[in-house]
């Protein structure tokens, strides 16, 4: 278990991956704080993974508020006395809109909660961090930020922000042992992908298995990663098996996307 006895904070639990990435994490060993908007959620994630055998900790967060965030960090440190990685899942894809269409303002919402957001909880972490002698900040990203898509100006800028962002903080905090990398996603199998392939088979009058066949198409590996599999993979980040990276991307879209 690569996170054996690591306490671990995972914002953004949600249906799709941010729940994996907590499931993940204790499977790695680690006692796992949850963080999210919806205390019901947060209520259900907590239980099964209290009912596995797992040590966790629930804290409602809204990583736009900074209270939000300050109390996320004491309350962790209060419980668990240090804080190892962070994983920011939070995010909010806005509103999807052509640019010519687009109201600007909307717009501003993303960038609010994936990259300020996400920088502002990150900085309340760092305080701990620097105090125990290192640890890791671990960004979740999209593929939208380097390969260009119809309607995702809005999100794809604000994620393309925090990839500039973490490189900058890899250097600035590196040499208080505090590593900043950044996973970059593409389409991953849960809950919120496949009601989007639902979505998107309804708009255009086809099945759901004939759009998810095209996606499939698109990756190296004729599939698309799950929730769990993407999970898997930020865990590398969050472990000491890393201890040698930062500043790193790590794209993980089945090969659909290879800079």
């Not at 999807?96 to 909880?121: C, H, S």
């Amino acid at each position: 278990m690569i996170l054996k006895d690591r306490v671990v904070i995972v914002s953004g639990i949600g249906p799709g991956l941010g729940r994996e990435l907590a499931r993940c994490a204790v499977a790695e060993g680690a006692r796992v704080v949850l963080a999210a908007r919806s205390e019901d959620f947060l209520a259900e994630v907590a239980r099964e993974l209290d009912d596995a055998g797992a040590e966790t900790l629930v804290v409602p967060t809204d990583i736009t508020k900074v209270e939000d965030c300050q109390q996320l960090a004491e309350r962790t440190v209060e419980r668990f006395g240090r804080i190892d990685a962070l994983i920011n899942s939070a995010y909010t894809m806005g509103k999807v809109m052509l640019f010519e269409e687009a109201e600007i303002d909307r717009w501003r919402v993303p960038m609010k909660v994936n990259y300020f957001g996400t920088l502002q909880l990150s900085q309340e972490v760092v305080p701990q961090m620097k105090a125990q002698g290192g640890g890791s900040i671990v960004m979740i990203s999209t593929i939208a930020a380097r390969k260009p898509m119809v309607n995702d100006t809005g999100y794809a800028g604000s994620k393309a922000a925090l990839q500039a962002a973490a490189r900058n903080l890899a250097l600035e905090l590196g040499p208080h042992g505090i590593r900043v990398n950044t996973v970059a996603m593409g389409w991953m199998w849960g809950p919120p992908a496949q009601g989007q392939i639902e979505r998107l088979a309804a708009a255009r009058g086809v099945t759901p298995a004939e759009v998810l066949a095209e996606v499939e198409a698109r990756t190296a590996l004729r599939g698309v990663p799950d929730d769990a599999d993407c999970a898997r993979a930020v865990m590398f980040f969050a472990s000491e098996h890393s201890r040698a990276v930062t500043g790193a991307l790590l794209d993980v879209n089945g090969g659909e996307f290879m800079p």
